[in-house]
């Protein structure tokens, strides 16, 4: 069982950046890959950014590819999202997701575990 806690959220203009982060407690032992998706009202959950935890392999989603970026500190158990160049359309609860399955990606049925969410609101 892995425990996730996201923060860094907050309310920004867009052209500003944020610095999301989510530290995983627990067993965290087989934790393999970590994720970022974000879902705003009415829309479906989208995986926006994922990794795994041997630093390796990264992944984003075309409409964010270039300006998020994510990393993760020395001990593989907390992850960054950060995000430049913001604009109102990334506006949404964003999520952090853990699994301990090898070749993740960014589908929300890859993840075992998920945090509560962080809101980052963009206003023009």
């Known amino acids: 069982q892995v425990q996730l806690v996201e923060s860094g959220g907050g309310s920004v203009q867009a052209g500003g950046s944020l610095r999301l982060s989510c530290a995983a407690s627990?067993?965290?032992?087989?934790?393999?890959?970590m994720g970022w998706f974000r879902q705003a009202p009415g829309k479906e959950r989208e995986g926006v950014a994922a990794?795994?935890?041997?630093?390796?392999?990264?992944y984003y989603s075309t409409s964010v590819k270039g300006r998020f970026t994510v990393s993760q500190d020395s001990a593989h158990n907390t992850v960054y999202l950060q995000i430049n160049s913001l604009k109102p359309e990334d506006t949404a609860m964003y999520y952090c997701?853990?699994?301990?399955?090898?070749?993740?990606?960014?589908?929300?049925?890859?993840?075992?575990?998920w945090g509560q969410g962080t809101q980052v609101t963009v206003s023009s």
């Open positions: 997701a853990e699994t301990n399955r090898y070749g993740c990606g960014l589908s929300t049925y890859d993840y075992n575990s």
């Open positions: 990794m795994s935890t041997d630093g390796r392999t990264t």
């Open positions: 627990g067993y965290t032992y087989t934790l393999n890959c």
